[in-house]
């Protein structure tokens, strides 16, 4: 299985997973070994769906050593394309879309058994609950996303996904609420919510709101952290706002994603806010929540963006000081409304302009990890670290770097202090104290500490010991 784009693809390759297991197919690593490819792909950018592409061609020659292996591909460019795609890629068996994922298995083994073709790239209004979501996770994972609604109803001009993942729609709580519990009974301590607007959760269907979502799943023992993406700056609440210091276990980090600091782009973007409103917005959370990360999205190069309206998002930028952010050049995608406006910017511009936006950017986020040395940092710890992983870890007498995030979604690298009670088995899923001693542009490094943590939590956050 090859994932290409958000979190919301990675939940949907997890279900994939667990549907296809009753038709006895397991992950493998290996391309080269796979009976069935599955390829879930990303139509965000043109950048994404000319990386699904190429993997795909790349495909053609695997095809041809050996005429059995089946090859799908999923997500948002199928839902986009259907049945073009198999005309183009003639060694492809199969489309399916993004409210084809139950179907799936059915069409994998229609498939196996009349050698044929197929294309299912159905919408419906609603959506349409996981029946494999019964076992929580099978390897050891101590954070999960879990997706909550589907689908967006706000069209903003430049973005595909109305059109690829579908009308807004939200799964029911007492569905949510099962599934976390038995990721939690699996070992999964953070969660992770997913909807394209997390602040319309259940509006339409008339079901509990966001808030009330989040206090039910705080409520889950054993569940240490939850996190949210994406909230959109409209329809950010002020009981949402609230929340980040009523409920002890939500995160103190929210990703809001502005787009740009300029009045006139965000109206021909069709955002619904000003740049005002979102500032204003802001200033709220950091009321509530002093030591809130903020992180944001941003896209360079809107059709008409002049030179005045960029340096506007530049001066947002330091008007807010974002701890991190995501920027796009922007690019046309097939249906949104942003195609048919004239002044497209060049490619050497929008270049120039993201360069720009990123330095400016790593300048606050260096800055603000700076601040961090020396501070005392609560750290879920998620396993190794990546440059661990790498090394031979079978030697015994080697000192082990365990890998993790803060409340603020900083990652940490670490060592434990010789003083630490947690044997290295007891370490994945737990909070420990670390203190800070180096910082870098993307991550922090330390030693577990016995010490009470430094950056004053609103609470303090506690281990789950069974
Ligand atoms: N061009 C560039 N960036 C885009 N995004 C969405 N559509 C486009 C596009 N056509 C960015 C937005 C969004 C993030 C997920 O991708 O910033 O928040
Ligand atoms: Fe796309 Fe706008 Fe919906 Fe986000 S809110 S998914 S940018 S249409």
């Known amino acids: ?133 019964a076992n929580g996770c099978e390897a050891k994972h101590v954070t999960r996303f ?55 959760y259940g509006k339409k269907e008339n079901l509990c709101t966001f808030v009330e979502l989040l206090r039910r799943i705080n409520d889950i023992d054993a569940l240490l952290r939850i996190r949210f993406t994406t909230s959109h700056p409209k329809d950010l609440s002020q009981e949402l706002i609230l929340a980040f210091n009523d409920l002890h276990k939500l995160c103190r980090h929210i990703h809001l994603p502005i787009q740009s600091g300029s009045n006139r782009i965000l109206k021909m973007m069709n955002r619904k806010y000003t740049r005002e409103i979102y500032l204003e917005k802001i200033d709220k959370l950091r009321n509530i929540c002093p030591r809130i990360a903020i992180t944001t999205d941003i896209i360079v190069g809107f059709p008409g963006e002049t030179r005045t309206d960029f340096k506007e998002t530049l001066e947002l930028m330091k008007t807010v000081e974002f701890d991190a952010l995501f920027a796009f050049q ?27 936006v990123l330095d400016l950017q790593d300048y606050f ?26 090394v031979n870890h079978s030697d015994k007498s080697q000192r082990l770097q365990w890998s993790g995030r803060t409340s603020t979604n900083k990652i940490v690298n670490f060592f434990k202090n010789d003083d630490e009670n947690a044997s290295d088995e007891d370490m994945m899923g737990r909070l420990v104290n670390v203190k800070i001693l180096k910082t870098f542009s993307h991550s922090l490094w330390g030693k577990t500490d016995s010490k009470e943590p430094t950056d004053v939590g609103l609470r303090g956050e506690k281990s789950y010991v069974t």
Do not use: W
């Open 365 to 390: 986020t260096t800055r603000k990890n700076k601040a961090l040395k020396g501070s005392i940092q609560t750290v879920l710890v998620e396993g190794l670290s990546k440059k661990q992983n790498r």
């Open 146 to 200: 879990v997706t909550i609604m589907q689908g967006c109803d706000n069209y903003c001009t430049y973005c595909v996904v109305p059109y690829v993942r579908g009308r807004e729609s939200s799964r029911r709580p007492e569905n949510i609420i099962r599934e976390i519990r038995r990721l939690v009974e699996s070992g999964v301590r953070e969660v992770t919510l997913l909807g394209q607007n997390v602040n319309s």
């Open 1 to 133: 299985m090859n994932t290409i784009g958000c979190q919301m693809n990675v939940y949907d390759s997890e279900q994939i997973a667990k549907g296809l297991k009753p038709l006895h197919y397991e992950i493998t690593a290996s391309l080269e070994k796979a009976d069935l490819i599955i390829v879930n792909t990303c139509a965000i950018r043109e950048k994404a769906e000319q990386k699904v592409f190429s993997f795909l061609g790349r495909l053609a020659g695997l095809k041809r050593k050996r005429p059995d292996l089946i090859i799908g591909v999923g997500g948002c460019v199928a839902q986009q394309e259907g049945a073009k795609i198999l005309e183009r890629l003639p060694h492809l068996d199969l489309v399916f879309g993004t409210h084809a994922i139950n179907r799936l298995p059915a069409a994998v083994q229609t498939i196996v058994s009349k050698k044929c073709r197929i294309v299912d790239i159905q919408m419906a209004d609603r959506i349409k609950e996981p029946d494999f979501v």
């Open 330 to 356: 922007y690019s046309d995608r097939p249906n949104a409304a942003a195609v048919r406006l004239p002044g497209k910017i060049s490619k050497e511009e929008k270049k120039e302009r993201l360069q720009q």
